[in-house]
Each structure stands twice: as structure tokens, then as C-alpha cells.
């Protein structure tokens, strides 16, 4: 599965794989890692390896990411 981020143009700005998990009724929970070099988002360092379960609503106008640690799976925020 691919996951795309897209601007307010529609146009995609940056795009991964995922792995499905669960799909309901109104929503999806996907498995992905990140690739990208080791950046700092928010005050909080995302590390290349982390692993983002996403859980992504239909019905709801917001989505939940569980960010947990390459190095032992801790959650991390």
C-alpha cells in the first residue's frame, strides 16, 4: 500500500509504503517505517528505522500516529 501526502493543490509532497493492519468501517490502521534521514519534527527527533503505526479516519477530522523507537519498539510519542 502507498500512503500520499498531498498539499492543498492535491499535488503529492512526499509518499511511503505502508502495510495494512486493520480496515474498518471508517478508518485504516496502517504499519510503516521511516526512511527518511533522522530529522527533527515538533521537538521530537524521528529517527531513520521508526517504526508509525497510522491510523487514518474517515468520519473524524483528525489521525493518530504511534511513533515507537527503532532500536527496542519503545513508544516514543
Avoid at 534521514?37 to 473524524?60: A, I, K, N, Q
Avoid at 523507537?69 to 513508544?75: I, K, N, P, V
Wanted: aromatic letters at 16%; charged letters at 30%; one cysteine or more.
Amino acid at each position: 500500500m502507498w500512503v500520499s501526502k498531498r498539499d492543498v493543490n492535491g499535488r503529492e509532497v512526499w509518499g511511503y509504503p505502508a502495510r495494512l493492519l486493520v480496515r474498518g468501517a471508517h478508518c485504516v490502521r496502517l504499519e510503516a517505517f521511516f526512511a527518511r534521514p533522522d530529522t527533527w519534527l515538533h521537538g521530537m527527533l524521528l529517527g531513520r528505522g521508526d517504526r508509525f503505526v497510522e491510523t487514518f479516519y474517515s468520519d473524524r477530522w483528525y489521525n493518530i500516529f504511534e511513533i515507537h523507537a527503532r532500536q527496542d519498539d519503545a513508544l516514543r510519542g
